[in-house]
C-alpha cells in the first residue's frame, strides 16, 4: 500500500514563527503536492514538485515556501505564520504517468493553528 | 471561476438509502480525467473512482456508481444502500492538466 506520512496531525504555532510540515511517501513517486483544505472552499494546490530539487508554484503560493532535497520527502514552510494560515494542510504523492490518469494518494493532513 | 462545483454541501439520509452526489465541471479541453475521493473523519483522501473524457460509459462497482454525460459535462456519483461507514466528506475534482478539487459534499448515514 502506498504511505504518505506527515510528520504532525495538529500543530499550534504563534504568530511570526517560521513552521515547517514535512511530508514523506515510500513508493518512489516522482510527483508531490501540498494542499491547503478550509470549509467551502475545497482543496486549494499550493506548491508541487516533479522531481528532487524542483518546485512549481500552485494557486495560492503567496506565504508558503517548499523544499525537496530528496525524492521521498517534500516539506512545506511557512515563513512568518499568520492567523489566516490556520487550516488543514495535505500532503499528497503520484506517480508520473503520461497524461491526467494520476491517482494522487494523500497523507492523513496536520491541522495547523497560528494563534 | 469554479471549475469544479459540487452543490450539495450536506446530505444527511438513513441507513439503506440511496445517495447520489452531484458534479458539474468546466474545462475547454477535449481530454481530462474526472476523480472521485472521499474524505473519511480520519481525515485521508482516498480515492474511489477516475474516468478519462473519452470513455461515458457508466459502470457500477460494487455499491458505488457513477454517470459521466459530456453533454452536461457531469459526473455524478450514487452510493447504493448506504451504509455508516459512508459518512464522509466527498470531493470531486477534475485533471485537465492540474487537478482542481470542488468544495466537497459532506454526507452522514444515519442508523
Known amino acids: 500500500d502506498v504511505k504518505v506520512t506527515q510528520s504532525s496531525r495538529y500543530l499550534v504555532k504563534r504568530t511570526g514563527e517560521k513552521v515547517f510540515l514535512e511530508c514523506v511517501q515510500d513508493?518512489?513517486?516522482?510527483?508531490m503536492f501540498w494542499y491547503r483544505q478550509d470549509p467551502g472552499l475545497g482543496l486549494r494546490l499550493i506548491y508541487f514538485?516533479?522531481?528532487?530539487?524542483?518546485?512549481e508554484k500552485g494557486d495560492i503560493p503567496e506565504g508558503y515556501s517548499v523544499s525537496r532535497e530528496k525524492k521521498e520527502r517534500f516539506s512545506l514552510i511557512l515563513e512568518s505564520a499568520s492567523t489566516n494560515q490556520t487550516s488543514m494542510y495535505l500532503c499528497?504523492?503520484?506517480?508520473?504517468?503520461?497524461?491526467?490518469?494520476?491517482?494522487?494518494?494523500f497523507g492523513a493532513g496536520t491541522r495547523l493553528s497560528v494563534l | 471561476a469554479q471549475k469544479v462545483t459540487q452543490a450539495q454541501t450536506e446530505i444527511s439520509v438513513v441507513e439503506k438509502e440511496d445517495v447520489t452526489l452531484d458534479c458539474v465541471y468546466e474545462?475547454?479541453?477535449?481530454?481530462?480525467?474526472l476523480f472521485w475521493y472521499k474524505q473519511p473523519p480520519s481525515g485521508e483522501l482516498v480515492f474511489l473512482i477516475r474516468r478519462n473524457s473519452f470513455d461515458e460509459q457508466n459502470e457500477i462497482s460494487g455499491r458505488y456508481s457513477w454517470n459521466f454525460q459530456k453533454s452536461t459535462s457531469s459526473f455524478n456519483f450514487t452510493i447504493t444502500a448506504s451504509q455508516v461507514v459512508d459518512s464522509a466528506v466527498y470531493f470531486c475534482a477534475l485533471n485537465d492538466y492540474k487537478l482542481s478539487f470542488g468544495a466537497g459534499t459532506t454526507v452522514t448515514v444515519r442508523a
Open positions: 513508493m518512489d513517486h516522482e510527483n
Open positions: 514538485s516533479y522531481d528532487v530539487k524542483m518546485k
Open positions: 474545462t475547454r479541453d477535449t481530454t481530462y480525467y
Open positions: 499528497a504523492s503520484s506517480h508520473d504517468e503520461a497524461g491526467f490518469e494520476n491517482i494522487q494518494y
